[in-house]
């Protein structure tokens, strides 16, 4: 079972950095990816990191988020937080160079993230 942490309450310009773990034993035979969820809003794509290590980036977030993994979990740094990156973040486990919710399987319950001042 995937399980996000590291949301929280924080001003405009700070960084957070959310780690999502449980992905069990065949860590590096699939995509993950990041999403978030703000309020009113659909499930939105944020970022996801190939079985290979490769990239991928929605254009919100490119240059101020940055999508990373060890050998058991992984990591999305945020930096330079708007009000806007408000929303419950959620990671997941699915295909590689996936973007969409289609294209993962395994979905962790998601993290609070509140940019205010």
């Known amino acids: 079972q995937l399980v996000e942490s590291g949301g929280g309450l924080v001003q405009p310009g700070s960084s957070l950095k959310l780690s999502c773990s449980g992905f069990?034993?065949?860590?590096?035979?699939?995509?993950k990816g990041w999403f978030r969820q703000a309020p009113g809003s659909q499930r939105e794509f944020l970022a996801s990191?190939?079985?290979?290590?490769n990239t991928v980036y929605a254009d919100s977030v490119r240059g101020r988020f940055t999508i990373s993994r060890d050998n058991a979990a992984i990591f999305l740094q945020m930096d330079n937080l708007r009000r806007e990156d408000t929303g419950v973040y959620y990671c997941?486990?699915?295909?590689?160079?996936?973007?969409?919710?289609?294209?993962?399987?395994?979905w962790g319950r998601g993290t609070q993230v509140t940019v205010s001042l």
């Open positions: 990191i190939t079985s290979g290590g």
């Open positions: 069990g034993s065949n860590f590096y035979a699939s995509g």
């Open positions: 997941a486990m699915g295909r590689n160079y996936g973007s969409k919710e289609g294209d993962f399987d395994s």
